[in-house]
């Protein structure tokens, strides 16, 4: 069974960084894709980024794109989320999903996602 545990969440001031982390076990990822996802108050669940776990092929968001950086640690079964310059848009509850299979669906649904980590909170302070 695949469990996702995601870690590396707090209170940060705008322009710092931060990294979150999500250490996957259950089964090999091999062909699965790994994404991270967020969701703010009020607002609905949406796409960050996400990587092909064996070729490393990413896809982000335009909101985050240049300040986000996904990886993933294939000895580990970590997957990453380096975040900079952040700012109080960022604020959210983040989540680690998984898939099988390969392929960037547009947009990327929430649904598409069987597995789901518990989520860790990034709040950014102005």
């Known amino acids: 069974q695949v469990q996702l545990v995601e870690s590396g969440g707090g209170l940060v001031q705008a322009g710092d960084s931060l990294r979150l982390s999500c250490a996957a076990s259950g089964r090999a990822f091999g062909g699965y894709t790994m994404a991270w996802f967020r969701q703010a108050p009020g607002k609905e669940r949406e796409f960050i980024a996400g990587?092909?776990?064996?070729?490393?092929?990413?896809n982000y968001a335009d909101s985050v794109k240049g300040r986000f950086t996904i990886s993933r640690d294939y000895a580990k079964n970590t997957l990453y989320l380096q975040m900079k310059n952040l700012n109080p848009e960022d604020t959210a509850i983040y989540y680690c999903?998984?898939?099988?299979?390969?392929?960037?669906?547009?947009?990327?649904?929430?649904?598409?996602?069987?597995?789901w980590g518990q989520g860790t909170q990034v709040t950014v302070s102005s």
């Open positions: 990587i092909w776990w064996s070729s490393q092929d990413t």
């Open positions: 999903a998984a898939r099988s299979g390969i392929g960037w669906p547009n947009p990327p649904r929430p649904g598409d996602y069987p597995y």
